[in-house]
């Protein structure tokens, strides 16, 4: 179904056919259109839903739309959603919506929960904690296959995954893993604990996502058991929230090598006085460095002074500079990301970006020598701005690839040496290189 | 283990303590430590492996190691290995090898396998065709659920995944899908057909694996069926691999962005010239693309030779106007990646731009009005640099906004419209507006 076609029904008050269609979609599709009507319409078309699907559609709907609908709906309304709700997602929506919808939603609470709800938000953000669900099956490792298939049969239904099963003592130590599939497999006569994995991997309350993301990727998991500082387990995080933690994270990554301080916040949802903070402060930092190409100009004025034409060319020189340092500085920073390049590798890529770097210069050098003598016939001055283009397309590579590694070493994060940053170095160092040479060859 | 024991173990030969440490260590741990050992002791540790977990982790080695070590060990071996691995696994791996080695696997197979082998090679890499494995569940809809348990437990030990299983009629035809989730909790006696999804999502064997990934993230799937043009089921894509393909497409985004022409190889793995090669087109196009600024210094020539101190302050103002454009054109750009931002939103991004770029300009201007006072004591000349900046920044911003969205409305890659070309197009923009402002002011 689509937006228009919605629409009109909605127009024409055709509810039942606007439940049928909606029926044949997928959840994700409806809360795309709830999120593209109005908020009116979109809560009565909402509200036509079953309930166990509306709760899934609530999953999906804007963080906006979310808190709209729960200020407009009854507090049983509210209550039965909360209720389909996997602890997770309920956090996330806490979150989310104003304080006195947060109210309603705890009053329906047990004291239990109550306290369950306010140690989850208080995981740091950004930690395992705040990524778990509470939602899994748990073993014991003295029962049988068969035993254990009925237990997960009885709770399974509620549960955010059952393909992975956690084997707990009796102080909810987790002792093993044992998957659904090695549970179908087995003899239903045989125990728990002849068929768990005892090696398995888990991470702690506070371990940072990406370090968990990292753990996903390389062990090919479906879901990592969570414990805390007594090695119980607290809960489970499910591969679909990982997916989302490495979008969050590349665009943070964009956006740090864009020289702006990230947020998780959607574009068009960040208001134009945060989104001018979060971009200041390197604009700052970044112009007042540029101020070393002004000493480099004015201290060789006498050379631009004789030789006009200098100041015309600086800004192809730069800018060229600038490009093959963003592409080095860029390929070794997603390299390091990735764990393809470590310290170790710093020779290499330094021996790397040397060749291309000279091979690029000459390249681009003689096309550039050729092309000044064609507009100005000055072979002298095309000789010096092919020297420069060959100098400074190495130490740009050079620069590029070495100070991301560097940066990584000393702790610091290596986006901050993306283009922005060895723009600006190598800026003032191709006016260095230019000047000097031109005073060789033009004097 | 780490890599100094395991040499020393190697080294005085305690082969049995090896074989039992690595059987407490992951498989993508003993394939790390395998990759970091020269090749000789390497295939001694491997080895040392139980032949399923040989195979469980040659799948992790590195590519090149993956050759040398098939080029190295008997056909039995080869043939043992090739055996294990699932079908997807196995393409890539004769993707991989040498000519001679992919002879010796086409030996051990049957003219049936050869014939699957040969149509799946052909699938355009980076198609779901190219991704997908052929070990699946099918299961029949007249069937009970006890009888597609009993048929899980013979068949499931191969598959990649027994947790969605796949409803298919006589003709092969994708009819239902049912996760194992369904068939445990549900009465043994009842029908597939009662408790198979009938409303469920699907890809063609040509469909792009980026449009796959994003297939995955909406619907937060763990496995998706391949259908051909007939609607028969040829083969299930696991989420395992999609995380992989986020990461590929993700580098070649970072790389577009940076100018380069993109590459799944890893940095350390690409020759120096094939390196140049991806670096070398854009830089051109960028480097004659600059030549611009040369024609707008060369047409107010009279300006510089009245005010030397012009030359000086220009490459400052390029590269903070540069640096502007270049954060909206990566917010866009990532935006725009995501699904955040569509076309409808056009003038949306253009309103925040305009707004963020004079609130930035201003701000900017204003250090710099100062700080140009402090140093050469001169209004006029503080004013000119304080309004240019006001001026370049808001006509960055406003480009690095606009550009992108254009050129994905023009079906060209956002990508092309990230910080280099941006940053070219601004230089001759902000010397255009320094000269006339400074014709204004100070003439």
């Given at each position: 179904m689509i937006l228009k076609e919605l629409k009109n029904l909605i127009k024409n008050r055709h509810l039942a056919l606007i439940k049928a269609k909606l029926l044949e979609i997928q959840e994700p599709d409806i809360a795309e259109l709830l999120d593209e009507l109005d908020v009116k319409p979109a809560l009565l078309v909402f509200r036509l839903l079953p309930k166990e699907l509306a709760a899934d559609v609530f999953v999906h709907l804007d963080g906006d739309r979310q808190a709209e609908f729960s200020t407009l709906i009854s507090d049983t309304e509210l209550a039965e959603i909360i209720d389909e709700l996997y602890f997770d997602d309920m956090i996330d929506f806490i979150e989310e919506v104003p304080a006195n919808v947060v109210k309603r939603i705890l009053i329906n609470t047990t004291v239990t929960e109550r306290k369950l709800i306010n140690q989850f938000l208080n995981y740091?953000?950004?930690s395992a904690g705040s990524l778990m669900t509470i939602e899994f099956v748990d073993l014991k490792k003295e029962v049988t296959v068969a035993a254990s298939m009925k237990r997960i049969k009885r709770i399974?239904?509620?549960?955010?995954?059952?393909?992975t099963c956690y084997v707990i003592s009796k102080k909810r130590k987790l002792e093993g893993i044992v998957s659904l599939k090695d549970l179908v497999l087995?003899?239903?006569?045989?125990l728990i604990s002849d068929i768990m994995e005892t090696e398995f991997i888990s991470v702690h309350t506070n371990d940072d996502q990406e370090y968990i993301a990292d753990v996903f990727k390389k062990y090919d998991l479906l879901s990592l058991p969570v414990v805390d500082n007594e090695n119980r387990l607290v809960g489970i995080i499910t591969i679909d929230d990982i997916v989302d933690v490495i979008e969050v994270e590349t665009t943070e990554d964009f956006q740090r090598m864009a020289a702006i301080d990230p947020t998780e916040e959607e574009y068009l949802n960040i208001n134009t006085f945060n989104l001018a903070k979060r971009r200041i402060t390197w604009l700052i930092i970044l112009m007042f460095s540029a101020v070393l190409t002004e000493f480099v100009t004015t201290s060789n004025m006498h050379l631009i002074q004789t030789f006009g034409i200098l100041s015309a060319i600086t800004p192809m020189l730069m800018s060229t500079g600038g490009n093959t340092g963003a592409q080095s500085a860029t390929l070794v920073i997603r390299g390091l990301t990735l764990g393809n390049?470590?310290?170790?590798?710093l020779f290499k890529v330094i021996w790397k970006e040397i060749r291309v770097g000279v091979l690029l210069g000459v390249m681009l050098g003689m096309l550039n020598f050729t092309r000044i003598i064609i507009t100005y016939k000055e072979v002298r001055l095309a000789t010096v701005v092919g020297l420069t283009l060959i100098c400074t397309t190495t130490f740009a590579a050079l620069m590029g690839g070495l100070l991301p590694i560097i940066a990584k070493k000393l702790?610091?994060?290596?986006?901050?040496?993306?283009s922005p940053m060895i723009t600006t170095i190598v800026d003032a160092t191709t006016l260095l290189i230019f000047f000097y040479i031109t005073s060789l060859i033009l004097f």
């Open positions: 740091p953000d950004d399974g239904l509620n549960k955010e995954t059952i393909y087995s003899d239903s006569g045989r390049i470590k310290f170790k590798d702790k610091l994060d290596p986006a901050i040496m993306a």
